[in-house]
Structure formats: C-alpha cells, structure tokens
C-alpha cells in the first residue's frame, strides 16, 4: 500500500482518489493506535475501526497485519531521515567560515543518530521489530535496507568531507567506519531488552561507544596530507 502523493503526470479518478483515501485512513489510524501500543497488541479489527471502515474493507488495501507495521514506520522514518539530512545541512550552514575541527565532523555523526535515537523512544518495541525486518531475506526487506544504507551514507559523506580538509585521518576507509556506527547503533537496539536495559538509557550508551570509534579519527593534518 503506496500511502505517498498522487502519480506525477497522471490523472486519477475518482475510484482512485477514493482508493488512496482509504489507504490514507489505514495508515494514520495504524499511526495512531502503534504510538501506544505494541505491534502484538493491536488488531486489524482495531484498527479498521480506528479508521472507520469494516474489517473486509480493510483487507482489500492490505494484506497482513504485518504489512501496517512496514507502511507506519517505512513513512516515519523515511520523515525522520529527511529531518537528520536537513539538520546536517544547517550544521554545516551555521559553522564558522575557517577550517572546520575533527570535533565538528564528529558532532554531525553524533547528531544524526542521536537523532535516530529519539525516533526509536518513541515507542521502542514497535521501531525495533521494524528495525529488525532488514535483516530478514526478501523483497520486502528492500525498504528497511535503503534506509539504513541511507544513513551510513551520510556518515561516510561527513567523515571524508574531514579527511579531505586533513582534519580527520585518511588512513581508514570512511564507508566502513560509517558501516561499524550502524552496527553498533543496531547492536543497542537489540541488546536494550535482551539486557533489560532501560530504553531512555539509549543514547547514553550508543554515545560511547560511538565515541569509542570516531575520535581516534582525530588526527593533525600533517598526518593526511
């Protein structure tokens, strides 16, 4: 279920628009019913009601229970990521004209998954099951996958914007280092539970072990050159 804006350059009809408004109201009442319960809560009866529809309506734009879970988080975070990208951008808009510092570029990969963080608090057992469908092999793991290519993306971006200002080390390749902070970054995803971590303890912990690997990146340029 496509819950995104109308085909460019194509004329809908009415049965069309009533189609994608009906998907429209699955997807905010799922929205709406995931920000307080669990996955393992909620039913399709649930939220077919939410939405104001019978439950065989409701069948003929989805095809499982599961698939709500994708079509929620896929849009929240395809949001937030847009948001992590447009906060680096004003970071790097507000920085002083001079030579940035290897504690700015740091800062940036800080901030994107500090950020990452506050999206997954915001209600932790649903952002991890979703998380955790990356993993699984299939088509249907493709969505998970650019996403979180997307943010090691920006991360290998940032640290060899330092490299290339001799700011941060060149000796080490900044896509697997970008690779290693999304791992780690998942890796306390899923320990939070298994440990009984508490889940508003995340960043404490991820901040570390983020630190842990970036700023031995720090290097003179003189290193880099």
Request: proline fraction near 4%.
């Amino acid at each position: 279920m496509n819950t995104g804006a109308l085909p460019a350059g194509r004329p809908v009809g009415r049965r069309g628009r009533a189609k994608l408004l009906r998907q429209q109201q699955i997807a905010e009442a799922a929205a709406r019913l995931l920000l307080t319960h669990s996955f393992e809560e909620i039913t399709t009866k649930a939220v077919a009601a939410e939405a104001g529809m019978g439950e065989a309506t409701l069948f003929r734009h989805i095809g499982s229970k599961h698939e709500l879970l994708t079509i929620v988080y896929g849009d929240q975070l395809d949001a937030e990521l847009n948001r992590i990208e447009e906060e680096d951008s004003r970071m790097v808009a507000q920085r002083r004209a001079d030579t940035p510092t290897a504690a700015f570029f740091i800062e940036r990969v800080l901030n994107a998954y500090r950020l990452r963080c506050a999206f997954y608090l915001i209600n932790p057992a649903n952002a991890s099951l979703y998380l955790r469908e990356g993993f699984k092999p299939g088509t249907e793991s493709a969505r998970h996958i650019s996403q979180g290519d997307r943010t090691i993306r920006l991360v290998a971006q940032i640290l060899r914007e330092g490299q290339d200002v001799g700011t941060l080390t060149g000796i080490v390749d900044p896509l697997v280092v970008a690779q290693n902070c999304h791992g780690t970054y998942m890796h306390e995803i899923d320990r939070t539970p298994v440990r009984g971590f508490d889940p508003a303890t995340i960043w404490e912990r991820l901040e570390v072990r983020l630190r842990a690997q970036l700023e031995p990146l720090a290097a003179p340029r003189s290193q880099t050159s």
